[in-house]
């Protein structure tokens, strides 16, 4: 048996589509000082929710500037770990990056869900944690 933590930011958000929200997805793992979930494609809307994350093993992150919204960087068992949104202005492409102090392993997601029709996407970060699950 051995332990392995188990990183997670939870959003609630308000004025999503009712069905097929998400739209676009991209994510990425390499050894780098810089990081990045890597671009999606186009997204089909404006006003959509962009949400990003980031673990970082052994080294203090840095992420995106606005108009990202980024939490707290939770540092834990030798891995970083970071999230954050933003409501895009216009349709584009969605990357979540940043640096880091020094050359580590990483991964990286960013994904875009579509607005409800006629309204603006309201997220509510209700928590990040880091929560220890063992595994045998």
């Known amino acids: 048996c051995f332990g392995r933590l188990v990183r997670h930011a939870s959003y609630e958000v308000s004025g999503l589509a009712s069905s097929g929200v998400t739209d676009q997805t991209s994510k990425a793992t390499a050894t780098s000082a810089s990081w990045s979930s890597g671009s999606t494609a186009t997204t089909t809307a404006a006003s959509e929710l962009w949400v990003g994350t ?69 997220p509510l970060i209700l928590r990040q944690a880091v929560k220890r699950a063992s595994l045998w």
Do not use: H, K, R
């Open 54 to 122: 980031v673990a970082y093993l052994s080294e203090v992150i840095t992420g995106p500037s606005s108009p990202w919204v980024n939490t707290a960087n939770t540092a834990t068992g030798g891995t970083d770990f970071m999230s954050g949104y933003q409501i895009a202005s216009s349709a584009g492409t969605a990357t979540y990056s940043g640096t880091a102090a020094g050359s580590g392993l990483y991964a990286a997601a960013v994904a875009t869900f579509l607005p409800a029709a006629g309204t603006l996407p309201s």
